[in-house]
T-cell receptor, first 116, second 111 residues
Framework: ETGVTQTPRHLVMGMTNKKSLKCEQH?????MYWYKQSAKKPLELMFV???????ENNSVPSRFSPECPNSSHLFLHLHTLQPEDSALYLC???????????????FGPGTRLTVT | LAKTTQPISMDSYEGQEVNITCSHN???????ITWYQQFPSQGPRFIIQ???TKVTNEVASLFIPADRKSSTLSLPRVSLSDTAVYYC????????????FGSGTQLTVLP
């Protein structure tokens, strides 16, 4: 248990569906992240939120839409996905100290997404 | 961004010490070196972080030479449960907070 929870753990959706992934962190951190991990590939950073503001968007297609209503919750809204979007989606949080120092990330268990 | 290079895989036997080396030739002055462990279908787990020389915690040691162009994660007396992928990351706390995970090293511990 890392203090970062993700729901659902598994999700199967059709290409025309709309669904959302939820992440919640109970660590008091101020930064949250979405990563994608496809089979036999490295983790790909998708989005970074710092103090609820999006600071990084790694050229992610618009069919993925993040939302960060507060520093404890992070959502990833999904619509009109493609089969190649099937992957493990991981959420992480950290305490970003800015220029004062680096930080470690705490990852959730992930959501295994299958797009049919 | 500092790119990292690690061996794709390593095998070891239970009880042995395992050393995994990561090359990061273009590491910047503000960059720190961090190692994560990942089991299948789970998120990565932080192992250790350092800036220079040697860092040790209850799980591992991290050795960083003076030029900081490489680092070595040392796992003492590995067990079967240490079989996982190990990632080396190099990043700074600057404005470009991109955290790039490479392909990692698949460590397989054999009985």
């Amino acid at each position: 248990e890392t203090g970062v929870t993700q729901t659902p753990r598994h999700l199967v959706m059709g290409m025309t569906n709309k669904k959302s992934l939820k992440c919640e962190q109970h660590l008091g951190h101020n930064a949250m992240y979405w990563y994608k991990q496809s089979a036999k590939k490295p983790l790909e950073l998708m989005f970074v939120y710092n103090f609820k503001e999006q600071t990084e968007n790694n050229s992610v297609p618009s069919r993925f839409s993040p939302e960060c209503p507060n520093s404890s919750h992070l959502f990833l809204h999904l619509h009109t996905l493609q089969p190649e979007d099937s992957a493990l989606y991981l959420c992480a949080s950290s305490q970003d100290r800015g220029l004062a120092g680096v930080y470690e990330q705490y990852f959730g268990p992930g959501t295994r997404l299958t797009v049919t | 961004l500092a790119k990292t290079t690690q061996p794709i895989s390593m095998d070891s036997y239970e009880g042995q010490e395992v050393n995994i080396t990561c090359s990061h030739n273009n590491i910047a002055t503000n960059d720190y070196i961090t190692w994560y462990q990942q089991f299948p279908s789970q998120g990565p787990r932080f192992i250790i972080q350092g800036y220079k020389t040697k860092v040790t915690n209850e799980v591992a040691s991290l050795f960083i030479p003076a030029d900081r162009k490489s680092s070595t994660l040392s796992l003492p007396r590995v067990s079967l449960s240490d079989t996982a992928v190990y990632y080396c990351l190099v990043f700074s706390s600057g404005s470009a907070r991109q955290l790039t995970f490479g392909s990692g090293t698949q460590l397989t511990v054999l009985p």
